[in-house]
């Protein structure tokens, strides 16, 4: 193989290396996300919020309160495991990072200006302070969060916390809800991580080896893209200060670096069982998009923001990944619907495929069953799908959906038979040793 990768050994490789490619040592939460170093957040909630899409594409069915306990249930002073900064965007780190991001917090801190904000302002004195006294708070604890209904009117309270939490001076390592909860860091982190000693160089240095291995392979975009690296000089000494290995991709025509554990597993054969999953449009296999179109040859974007009548693919649109490849979208929403009929009626919860795009004929049963596996995740008991592009493809969907619906009701009832013998034979057994 030697230093030139293939497009499809580059691809592997980074599936690899995101969990979606061979087991996943762990298969826990927590280890999901030491392995990806970074979990992007975000507000949009559809089937569920992005963080708990990410774990679901690699994990299966895990609980969504796994992921809430995993990420935010507290653990007690100095023993949080995770917490929550800016890496990609706003993301979900390891506890054990927070030294890695001593540059981040010290260009904050020279700044001495954000939000209008200071270190010697009344609001952060008086945010600090109440920390200090009553412990962890949430900002409407600490005095709202929001001077008028306004999204964006945020009150001196909300924009001395945010300045402290940029800062480190504050830090949230648990969640009520959705709302964050601030606390200091000496009390809420680790002992071992309270420290800003590393300089910037040796910062970027460990986030480009841990970009790196998240990654698989990358170019010196993808790779200092995955923390929102910037200004990192002499990049190819800080790679191989990272340990990362230089490589050539067929196609890419650019210089790119691989982590010593891809080359590894491309030099073993490569192989492994491929996750088949709806991904998040925030998920860490597609971040950057010129990578994600550079190595599946898939042109995606949230459409989230962009007007109604411009979307091409929907709202919120996720990447249907199968045997490696995208081979499709789909915009999907949770209804409540009524069924009744003679032994049931009421309402139930039913995932609606807004819009599907399929790349090709071979997407329709991966998707039909992707949609169930996803429904039935979050407790939808119908699957409907709406438009789909090209439209050639819409009764074939729509055929395979409703066939994975009646597979699934026929293995439920057989499962059901089974467990319903098992009882019938352990009651005539104990009949029978009864009448002895």
């Known amino acids: 193989m030697g230093t030139?990768?293939?497009?499809?050994?580059?691809?592997?490789?980074?599936?690899?290396?995101?969990?979606?490619?061979?087991?996943?040592?762990?298969?826990?939460?927590?280890?999901?996300?030491?392995?990806?170093s970074a979990i992007q957040l975000d507000t949009i909630s559809v089937l569920a919020r992005s963080q708990e899409l990410v774990p679901f594409a690699r994990l299966g069915a895990v609980g969504r309160p796994a992921v809430h306990k995993a990420f935010w249930e507290p653990k007690g002073p100095g023993a949080?495991?995770?917490?929550?900064?800016?890496?990609?965007?706003?993301?979900?780190?390891?506890?054990?990072?927070?030294?890695?991001?001593?540059?981040?917090?010290?260009?904050?801190?020279?700044?001495?200006?954000?939000?209008?904000?200071?270190?010697?302002?009344?609001?952060?004195?008086?945010?600090?302070?109440?920390?200090?006294?009553?412990?962890?708070?949430?900002?409407?604890?600490?005095?709202?969060?929001?001077?008028?209904?306004?999204?964006?009117?945020?009150?001196?309270?909300?924009q001395a916390v945010e300045y402290l939490l940029a800062?480190?001076?504050?830090?949230?390592?648990?969640?009520?809800?959705?709302?964050?909860?601030?606390?200091?860091?000496?009390?809420?982190?680790?002992?071992?991580?309270?420290?800003?000693?590393?300089t910037d160089r040796q910062c970027h240095v460990e986030l480009v080896a841990r970009a790196g291995r998240a990654l698989g392979v990358g170019t010196r975009t993808d790779l200092t893209d995955y923390y929102r690296l910037k200004n990192v000089a002499g990049f190819a000494d800080v790679a191989h200060e990272a340990g990362l290995l230089p490589v050539e991709v067929e196609g890419w025509g650019q210089a790119a670096w691989a982590s010593p554990e891809a080359l590894e597993f491309l030099g073993s054969g490569g192989r492994g069982r491929?996750?088949?999953?709806?991904?998040?449009?925030?998920?860490?296999?597609?971040?950057?998009?010129?990578?994600?179109?550079?190595?599946?040859?898939?042109?995606?974007?949230?459409?989230?923001?962009?007007?109604?009548?411009?979307?091409?693919?929907?709202?919120?649109?996720?990447?249907?990944?199968?045997?490696?490849?995208?081979?499709?979208?789909?915009?999907?929403?949770?209804?409540?619907?009524?069924?009744?009929?003679?032994?049931?009626?009421?309402?139930?919860?039913?995932?609606?495929?807004?819009?599907?795009?399929?790349?090709?004929p071979r997407a329709v049963q991966p998707m039909a069953k992707a949609l169930w596996e996803a429904a039935g995740w979050v407790g939808c008991e119908r699957v409907r799908v709406e438009r789909v592009l090209p439209e050639s493809l819409a009764e074939p969907l729509r055929r395979a959906v409703a066939a994975v619906e009646t597979a699934e009701a026929v293995e439920t009832a057989d499962a059901a038979g089974a467990v319903e013998a098992e009882q019938s034979g352990q009651s005539g057994q104990a009949a029978e040793s009864g009448g002895t």
């Open 4 to 36: 030139t990768l293939t497009t499809a050994e580059a691809r592997r490789a980074a599936l690899r290396a995101q969990g979606l490619l061979g087991a996943l040592p762990g298969r826990t939460v927590p280890g999901l996300l030491r392995h990806l």
């Open 80 to 158: 949080a495991r995770a917490f929550e900064y800016w890496a990609h965007a706003a993301c979900v780190l390891p506890a054990e990072d927070w030294p890695l991001f001593a540059f981040r917090r010290r260009s904050y801190r020279s700044r001495n200006d954000m939000w209008g904000m200071a270190p010697d302002h009344a609001a952060v004195r008086g945010v600090l302070d109440r920390l200090a006294a009553d412990g962890p708070l949430t900002t409407s604890e600490l005095g709202g969060a929001r001077k008028t209904p306004g999204w964006w009117d945020w009150s001196d309270v909300k």
């Open 167 to 198: 800062c480190g001076s504050v830090v949230c390592v648990e969640r009520r809800g959705w709302r964050r909860v601030y606390d200091l860091p000496e009390r809420a982190l680790p002992d071992a991580s309270l420290h800003d000693d590393l």
């Open 274 to 360: 491929h996750r088949s999953t709806l991904l998040s449009p925030f998920d860490s296999l597609i971040w950057e998009r010129a990578r994600t179109e550079r190595i599946f040859g898939l042109n995606h974007r949230l459409e989230a923001y962009v007007p109604k009548p411009k979307r091409v693919h929907g709202y919120y649109a996720m990447p249907l990944l199968h045997g490696g490849e995208l081979l499709g979208r789909a915009d999907p929403a949770r209804e409540t619907v009524k069924v009744a009929g003679a032994s049931r009626a009421g309402s139930v919860e039913a995932l609606i495929a807004r819009q599907v795009s399929l790349e090709t």
